[in-house]
């Protein structure tokens, strides 16, 4: 079983920043990508930053220029960096991690951490 465990979220003024973490434990072997997905009320779910292994970033166009997305692959944790916060941010915010399981790629869910941005 793999543990994913958010934290950071919060409400903040338009502008502001925040910083969000995600520490994943249990049977990790082969992480293949760790990344950040937001949904808004009555919005599907929707990449926000991920990187790889390698640590190739990718970033929504919404985001691009006010998030950055870092990993510790020692402490199997990644961060994501929001700034310029805008009310068009608010949303649950969920860690995702893809693990390599043998050749399958399997993805695991945080339980998701509320963002608000004020205006």
């Known amino acids: 079983q793999v543990q994913l465990v958010e934290s950071g979220g919060g409400l903040v003024q338009a502008g502001g920043s925040l910083r969000l973490s995600c520490a994943a434990s249990g049977s990790i072997f082969s992480i293949n990508a760790m990344g950040w997905y937001r949904q808004a009320p009555g919005k599907q779910r929707e990449l926000v930053a991920a990187?790889?292994?390698?640590?190739?970033?990718n970033y929504a166009e919404s985001v691009k220029g006010r998030c950055t997305i870092s990993r510790d692959n020692a402490k199997n944790t990644v961060y994501l960096q929001m700034n310029s916060l805008k009310p068009g941010d608010t949303a649950v915010y969920y860690c995702n991690v893809r693990l390599r399981v043998s050749s399958v790629l399997v993805d695991y869910w945080g339980q998701g951490t509320q963002v608000t941005v004020s205006s």
């Open positions: 990187i790889t292994s390698g640590g190739s970033t």
